[in-house]
């Protein structure tokens, strides 16, 4: 079954510090993965995709990902974290039969200046 | 920059009552989908929806839920008989070309809280 693990709820960072929201996947085929950012009281944005190619993908407002096939992650970095920053993030993967995204819990970021 | 719309955002009714959600997708999106999010929970898939036909749906597409693009912009959830659980934020995607194999992006609308009481 496929599955997305976000393995915390809340990660916090001090501005201007790098910051890392983990993500794993499982999923039986091709894996398609993305990152999708949530404000409060806002829809979900997209953020990045891995598709297949770089395994370090770029996204908007200077968020990048690295996906790691043997260790099946799809991690969210940023080297200089913002306190804009903060909000919850979502890791969701789809393979090659699967119109679905399935989704991880999320993280809360939580940036202090 | 074109974006999915929901209205409305805030809806509140009784149990057992109808009610439908609206969801105007990207205009030159030809894949629909919605998903919801109960409080403090994941977000789960509830249908796809491609040249007017359901592609995929999940458990909780059940009897008492439809889609529908009744012209050619909307794209509605109807519950036919609102219980307590299906209190949930419910978001609204669309996608260029979607279905299996293919690498396109959701893009979401803003969603619509529903509230049964």
């Known amino acids: 079954a496929q599955s997305v693990a976000q393995p915390e709820d809340q990660v916090n960072v001090a501005e201007g510090n790098p910051l890392t929201v983990k993500c794993t996947y499982s999923?039986?085929?091709?894996?398609?993965l993305f990152w999708y950012v949530q404000y409060p009281n806002r829809g979900l944005q997209f953020l990045l995709k891995y598709i297949t190619g770089d395994n370090l993908v770029k996204g908007s407002y200077g968020f990048e990902a690295e996906f790691n096939k043997s260790q099946t992650s799809f991690h969210l970095k940023k080297p200089s974290a913002l306190v804009s920053d903060s909000a919850l993030y979502f890791c969701a993967v789809r393979d090659d039969s699967n119109y679905q995204l399935i989704w991880g819990a999320g993280t809360k970021l939580i940036i202090k200046p | 920059e074109p974006e999915v719309t929901q209205t409305p955002s805030h809806q509140v009714t009784q149990m057992g009552q109808e009610v439908i959600l609206r969801c105007v997708p990207i205009?030159?999106?030809?894949?629909f989908y919605w998903y919801r999010q109960i409080l403090g929970q994941k977000v789960e898939f509830l249908v796809s929806?491609?040249?007017?036909?359901?592609?995929?749906k999940s458990e909780i597409f059940d009897d008492q839920f439809s889609v529908e693009r009744p012209d050619g912009s909307n794209f509605t959830l109807k519950i036919r008989s609102t219980k307590l659980e299906d209190s949930a934020m419910y978001f609204c995607?669309?996608?260029?070309?979607?279905?299996?194999?293919?690498?396109?992006?959701?893009?979401f609308g803003p969603g619509t809280r529903l509230t049964v009481l």
């Open positions: 929806f491609y040249n007017n036909e359901i592609s995929e």
């Open positions: 995607a669309s996608e260029t070309s979607g279905g299996a194999g293919v690498t396109d992006t959701q893009y």
């Open positions: 999923v039986s085929g091709n894996p398609y």
């Open positions: 205009s030159n999106h030809l894949y």
